[in-house]
């Protein structure tokens, strides 16, 4: 099946430092990304949708400035989290689709855990 | 607005007993549903949707658009089916933007 991966899967940082997460398809080529957030025994929460070659789309009360998406080409989609604080200290995890296959099923990443001291 | 309802966070059953894991949505157009699993310490994976109607490790989901339920069953469960379900709902028809419910642990126990 396929396959999307991220780095870094594990990531510590010190509060007022940006972090760069990137979500991969490996062999599939993804027009849409979307990038989810999980809180300790709490849901998935969708952030944004990663759209290739144009602006990313942000859920109501995610603040854009603050997490920063480029999706520069069909199997890259990069999540900056600016100036970190310990609040953003979460699991970010991403998911594609085949823009082939067109399935409908979204594949998910590993997903990067981090974490703001 | 959409949203996706578990009530169960834990469920435990034998090995060999009957499992549901209910699933209750809320959307007033026509939604798209998802079952997602998530074993120990691998990723998200698609268990199975309600349009294909299909049975995936033994597990069925049927949508009651009375009941707004989309619960997940099996009729005899494994070990190995001990794992994080997700009920997911996609209010766009596709699976674009999924809308998750908060999960349900399931443990089989032998």
């Known amino acids: 099946g396929a396959v999307v991966s991220q780095h870094p899967s594990r990531v510590i940082c010190k509060s007022g430092t940006s972090v760069k997460i990137e979500c991969r398809s490996l062999?599939?080529?993804?027009?849409?990304m979307f990038w989810y957030r999980q809180f300790p025994k709490q849901s998935l929460m969708l952030m944004a949708t990663s759209n290739e070659g144009s602006k990313a789309t942000y859920e109501q009360g995610v603040e854009k400035d603050k997490f920063l998406i480029n999706h520069a080409s069909l199997t890259l989609s990069t999540l900056t989290v600016t100036s970190a604080h310990p609040e953003d200290s979460s699991f970010y995890i991403c998911?594609?689709?085949?823009?082939?296959?067109?399935?409908?099923?979204?594949?998910f990443g590993e997903g990067s855990r981090l974490t703001v001291l | 607005a959409q949203r996706v309802t578990q009530p169960e966070k834990l469920l435990s059953v034998f090995k060999g007993a009957p499992v549901e894991l209910k699933c209750n949505y809320s959307y007033s157009g026509s939604p798209e549903l998802f079952w997602y699993v998530q074993y120990s310490r691998q990723r998200l994976q698609l268990l199975l949707r309600?349009?294909s109607r299909e049975s995936i490790k033994g597990f069925t989901a049927d949508l009651n658009k009375g009941e707004t339920s989309f619960h997940l069953k099996k009729p005899f469960a494994q070990e190995e089916d001990s794992a994080m379900y997700y009920c997911?709902?996609?209010?766009?028809?596709?699976?674009?933007?999924?809308?998750f419910g908060k999960g349900t642990k399931l443990t089989v126990n032998p």
């Open positions: 309600h349009i």
């Open positions: 997911a709902l996609s209010p766009t028809g596709g699976a674009d933007k999924l809308v």
């Open positions: 998911s594609a689709r085949d823009r082939v296959s067109n399935t409908g099923e979204l594949f």
């Open positions: 062999d599939f080529q993804a027009t849409t």
